[in-house]
């Protein structure tokens, strides 16, 4: 049984799937939609005015709201818009279907014929702080200085090589260089010549077109921000430079069509570095039935076979947390184990009982992984404390039989019959410990509403290796008892004769 359950152990925890935290169900939904680069704000909204004619009667959506020229991701953009939904409460959705996933399937059916925008739905992250959505991120990065086209490029191509996975599912990226620019320039002569600086010129030209923050401004009781900027009609077209003025050292008024020369161009609406390499942000989803961590596997077996030399990648958000701690169970439970055993040898005085009380634990937690995958879910942060807290339940029944049969050893009781004794006479206690951790673990098991995921990971995981590991309290613990007891008498022999006063 010990050999049986120990490999199952190892079996188990190496094919079970894996994540940092179970995805709950929030109750709220970002939708995110992306028009073709270089759309203004009127073309954005008429797209999203069909995404909201789509989606307004969904009977699972209480309330949204809709912002145009900033995504869901808060960067702003007129090309970009978002909308902020609120699901109705947990009691008023218990229906098939009306789970958080089922709202999501159906805002993709609705808004699947809407081909002028590309729209995805995300949940609220589990851990605020970790990137602003559910599912993964991460950054393709330049390492080799080529252009930004190239990285597009190299970046799509990952991007269909992660869809073509069935882990992966939607990964996408906002990222353009599409998009109708002007390319400043300023002639440094002929800002020399006038004696003006060139940083002058670029501030005064963001100033009138972007506008710049001034100053503070008390009215009404109230504190307004004032902010300086041309009108809009005073900035339509490149012309309007002849009307914007920078002042020179001498105190003289020069248009800035003298020292800026604006040229068409296209390129990206931001650039942006991860660990100083440039960079583009790639976001998506596990694909249905898969965990994080077989999404983040797939994604590292993905960037070995397709991202060519001088490219690479790291994960932002949950997803770097993630990656970077990896499968820590075998470290904490080792943790654990090496705790409790000299605990233990302190408690008996030898270094060889313990062994007997802690032979327990290996089935348990193998019973914990079997309900873990019977119940499809994943070894997570909630089901690792819910098995530290296993192992401490165990080793502490156990020490009810162990310490049973020591105390009838000591008393000059044979060893097979102190074992034998301490299983009969430990019986009921061993069994009314367990079954009552069992029953109280059950409203977890069965849990619902906000925060379900994780009582279920905690109780499921619980609840398996108790059951498991009281079958191994019952039968393994008092035939290890004679082995290690027998060996630690053998080694020791002259404490078991002091023990018994002689």
């Known amino acids: ?46 797209v999203m005015d069909k995404v909201e004619d789509a989606i307004k009667d969904i009977p699972e959506i209480y309330i949204y709201s809709r912002v145009t020229g900033k995504n869901a991701r808060h960067d702003q953009s007129a090309s970009a818009g978002s909308f902020s939904i609120r699901l109705r409460d947990w009691s008023e ?16 059916k609705r808004t699947a014929s809407i081909s002028s925008a590309q ?23 330049d390492r080799s200085g080529t252009t930004t086209d190239e990285l597009l490029q190299v970046t799509r191509a990952f991007i269909d090589s ?3 996975r069935p882990e992966i599912s939607r990964a996408y990226t906002t990222f353009d260089t599409k998009y109708p620019q002007y390319m400043v320039e300023v002639d440094a002569v002929k800002c ?32 307004y921000r004032v902010m300086v900027q041309a009108d809009p009609e005073s900035r339509l077209n490149t012309e309007s430079l002849k009307s914007m003025f920078v002042r020179t050292s001498s105190g003289q008024m020069a248009p800035l069509d003298n020292f800026v020369t604006l040229t068409r161009v296209y390129g990206s609406e931001s650039l942006s570095r991860f660990n100083l390499f440039p960079s583009i942000s790639v976001f998506g989803e596990q694909g249905n039935g898969y965990s994080s961590g077989e999404a983040i596997n797939a994604i590292k077996e993905v960037a070995g076979k397709s991202l060519p030399s001088g490219f690479g990648y ?13 499968n820590t169970t075998v470290i904490v439970f080792s943790i654990c184990l090496a705790f409790i055993y000299l605990i233990l040898s302190a408690l008996y005085e030898s270094l060889t009982v313990p062994l007997a009380v802690m032979a327990a634990v290996p089935m348990g937690l193998a019973g914990s992984f079997l309900f873990a995958r019977w ?15 296993l192992i401490g339940l165990l080793a502490k029944t156990a020490i009810l039989l162990t310490e049973y049969a020591t105390a009838r050893r000591k008393e ?32 977890l098991m069965f849990a619902s509403g906000v925060g379900a995921n994780g009582n279920i990971s905690v109780g499921v995981g619980t609840v398996g290796g108790l059951l498991f590991g009281t079958l191994a309290l019952l039968f393994m613990t008092p035939a290890f008892f004679v082995v290690f007891q027998y060996i630690h008498e053998k080694i020791m022999p002259k404490r078991l004769l002091r023990s018994r006063g002689k």
């Open 375 to 389: 119940w499809g879910l994943e070894n997570n942060i909630y089901m690792q404390i819910g098995l530290i807290m």
């Open 162 to 164: 992660l869809n073509a």
């Open 119 to 141: 729209i995805r739905v995300s949940q609220s992250p589990m851990i605020s702080g970790y990137g602003t959505g559910s599912g993964f991120e991460l950054y393709v990065q």
């Open 192 to 223: 020399l010549q006038m004696n003006v600086s060139p940083a002058d010129v670029l501030s005064t030209l963001a100033g009138y077109v972007g506008g710049s923050y001034s100053s503070n401004l008390n009215r009404f009781t109230k504190l």
């Open 412 to 443: 000059g009781m044979g060893l097979v019959a102190s074992a034998i004794s301490a299983a009969k006479a430990r019986f009921r206690p061993i069994i009314m410990t367990s079954a009552t951790m069992v029953f109280g673990m059950l409203p």
């Open 314 to 326: 790291e994960f932002g958000g949950m997803s770097r947390e993630e990656s970077s701690t990896g």
């Open 1 to 46: 049984m010990f050999a049986i359950s120990a490999i199952g152990l190892v079996w188990l925890m190496s094919t079970t799937k894996t994540g940092l935290v179970p995805q709950e169900d929030m109750g709220t939904l970002s939708l995110n939609i992306q028009v073709a680069p270089g759309s203004n704000l009127a073309e954005t909204e008429r």
């Open 93 to 108: 959705r218990k229906g098939s279907g009306q789970d958080i996933n089922s709202v999501i399937r159906e805002i993709y």
